[in-house]
């Protein structure tokens, strides 16, 4: 969220896991987070909910690999003038390290599924 904030996206696709996995490309994770940045407005903070507690998961993965998903979220002003809950999702990778897996956002009071 820091990157995007500072206008960072490349740094932010950088940090992201989905490069290197899935056969994913940095210009597809760019678009992806641009398109996101689009809809949502671009965070102008980066004020975690929850005291930056995340919120623990699992992913499964094909094979029946269980992955460990981390999903912190923040609640952002943007730039398009409206409140909006972004989450950044971490996995952790083969390493035994968390890496950025992806970001999403809703609007404040939403319970539907986030954009992805």
Partial sequence: IEDL???RVSDAVTKTSDIDRNGASSESVKWQYS?????????????SMD???AVLGE???????KRTTLRFE???KTNHDR????????QMA????YRVSG????????????EK
């Fill in 74 to 76: 923040y609640l952002c």
């Fill in 94 to 97: 083969e390493d035994g390290k």
């Fill in 5 to 7: 904030v500072a206008s």
């Fill in 35 to 47: 398109r996101i940045l689009s809809l949502c407005g671009k965070p102008v903070n980066s004020k």
């Fill in 59 to 65: 992913d499964l993965q094909s094979g029946g690999n």
């Fill in 103 to 114: 970001l999403s956002c809703r609007k404040r009071n939403s319970e539907a599924n986030p």
């Fill in 51 to 53: 005291d930056g507690v």
């Fill in 83 to 90: 409140e909006q809950i972004f989450a950044v999702e971490m």
